[in-house]
């Protein structure tokens, strides 16, 4: 006899073996088979489609016909009144297919996670779904954001006519605990992956006490670990939120070894993790909900000059002279050299850029840049006679750079991974070329970088060119797409285990030595 049951937000279903029932189970959509438990996994949303099908033939734990109620009237409620949300923006411009469809899960399902590819509108969609929560609800929307996308949300904000209860940045303190009603929205909630730092702890405490929480990144494992989508499985209130010692012996493969004494690093029972967390998760490809040309990403080895090589290695021996010496963790210094090296590599491979760039501006194709360090971005723009947008620009400036490039006003712009990989959109109209003097340390925060131009309303085919010279760049480079691999197994549900993730303490330390070596 089949047996339903409940365990947090799924429906799990228990059946004997038999083709027949194997059938009618995968008709049913949202279904996971965990093989571990022997069940099948659904969102609550499914409950109906699975009386439909076993018509009599299950038992059902008494919890579920009173639910089942309640959710039945809610639902209702809901369909009633979501379609005047699903309209044309104010300015004109039409919803897209995915934004339509995603807006009434959001709304139904109240706490999740939205993990759509960069460049597909998590704003609007979130804020549609938060308008309906403000009208028909009388909830108030608290917003939580990283500082340089503020701009971003109070536009998209009077857009669609919201007045919301503040924009708040991950690092402040300051942001209160309404005394009403209220929904949550978290922008780049990857912010958000480290259960003991104040900033998680405080997003955790809001999404507890909130209707609805919103939780918006494109990179929901940022480090390619299932430990990172923990504590935002805690926000929108999974079932394997509850404990955290069990989702990492179960999940992450926790264990003492030499080197820690709760290693963490791992990814195991990946097909059960998948079927488990996404009833939490809605998560769309940009490729198959934009008709974009392709992006390409080009590896080109960069010429350096004489002088700057010198100085390059000028610079990477006195970071090994700071390494050799001590007086520090083993780790941080490591790190500290690595990240010196990539800085003067950044510095040594600038006039190449350039040229580059100009190149292409000779062929009537404007570019932008991206890097990591301030004085990288502002020497390129004094070469190109351009502006550069970073943390030392106002927001109102690189507004008005941005606008400017966008516009047609320059040929070029420069800008840092940190101010300008995200919440800058308009750039897709003026260019289809970027360069990348170095990268982030994490998948995401490149895609979040190349989503500046492959985005909705870009034209024509996408070039990155990742600029390579040194030894972090051909060492970093291969890791990336093996971290981009890695998240991917991950929140699909790999059939097996992966190795052990390769910390960043534990890359810095063999690249120090590589760094070391080549300077010897």
């Not at 108030?140 to 924009?167: F, K, M, T």
């Not at 702890?201 to 919103?214: D, I």
């Not at 932008?368 to 723009?381: G, K, M, W």
């Amino acid at each position: 006899m089949t047996h339903v049951t409940l365990r947090g937000s799924l429906v799990l279903v228990a059946s004997p073996y038999s083709d027949a029932n194997v059938e009618r189970a995968k008709s049913i959509p949202g279904g996971r088979w965990i093989k571990e438990m022997k069940v099948w996994s659904y969102p609550l949303s499914a409950l109906p489609d699975i009386r439909a099908k076993y018509n009599g033939e299950a038992t059902y734990a008494d919890e579920i016909a009173a639910l089942q109620t309640a959710e039945s009237a809610r639902l209702a409620d809901v369909d009633v009144t979501i379609a005047k949300y699903l309209v044309p923006l104010p300015d004109g411009r039409p919803l897209r297919k995915h934004q339509i469809e995603g807006i009434p899960i959001l709304i139904r399902e109240k706490k999740i996670i939205l993990h759509d590819d960069t460049g597909l509108g998590k704003t609007i969609t979130a804020l549609l779904a938060a308008k309906w929560w403000k009208k028909e609800r009388g909830c108030r929307v608290l917003i939580i954001a990283p500082v340089n996308s503020h701009d971003q949300w109070y536009a998209a904000c009077r857009l669609l006519n919201i007045i919301p209860e503040g924009v708040y940045s991950w690092a402040a303190t300051n942001v209160p605990t309404p005394d009403v009603p209220y929904i949550l929205i978290g922008d780049e909630a990857h912010f958000a992956q480290n259960v003991q730092s104040k900033r998680t702890k405080r997003f955790l405490f809001l999404a507890e006490n909130a209707r609805a929480v919103y939780a918006l990144t494109a990179t929901p494992m940022k480090n390619a670990l299932p430990k990172n989508i923990f504590p935002l499985l805690v926000a929108v209130g999974n079932p394997l939120g509850n404990s955290r010692s069990s989702f990492e012996k179960r999940y992450c493969g926790a264990k003492q070894t030499k080197w820690s004494r709760w290693d963490t690093s791992g990814a195991e029972h990946l097909e059960e993790l998948h079927a488990l967390i996404a009833p939490s998760m809605l998560g769309r490809k940009k490729k198959d909900c934009l008709d974009l040309p392709p992006l390409q990403r080009v590896l080109v080895p960069a010429e350096v000059s004489a002088a700057d090589a010198d100085r390059y290695h000028a610079e990477v021996q006195e970071a090994i002279g700071v390494y050799e010496k001590g007086g520090a963790e083993e780790k941080k210094l490591a790190t500290g050299l690595c990240w010196a090296q990539k800085h003067a590599a950044a510095r040594a491979k600038i006039p190449a850029v350039a040229a580059a760039m100009q190149e292409l501006k000779e062929n009537g194709r404007r570019s932008i840049s991206f890097c990591t360090n301030i004085d990288v971005a502002e020497e390129l723009a004094r070469i190109l006679k351009c502006d550069a947008i970073t943390s030392h620009a106002t927001p109102e400036e690189r507004t008005a750079y941005k606008l400017k490039f966008a516009r047609g006003g320059a040929d070029y712009l420069c800008l840092t991974h940190g101010v300008g990989g995200s919440a800058i959109d308009g750039l897709q109209h003026a260019a289809s070329d970027l360069f990348l003097l170095d990268r982030p340390w994490t998948p995401g925060d490149c895609e979040q970088v190349e989503g500046r131009l492959d985005r909705d309303g870009q034209t024509t085919p996408v070039m990155s060119f990742w600029t390579q010279w040194g030894v972090a760049d051909f060492k970093f480079d291969p890791i990336l797409d093996e971290k981009a691999d890695r998240i991917d197994m991950v929140i699909d549900g790999a059939l097996q285990g992966l190795p052990r993730a390769v910390s960043l303490d534990s890359f810095a330390s063999q690249l120090a030595q590589e760094i070391i070596k080549s300077e010897k």
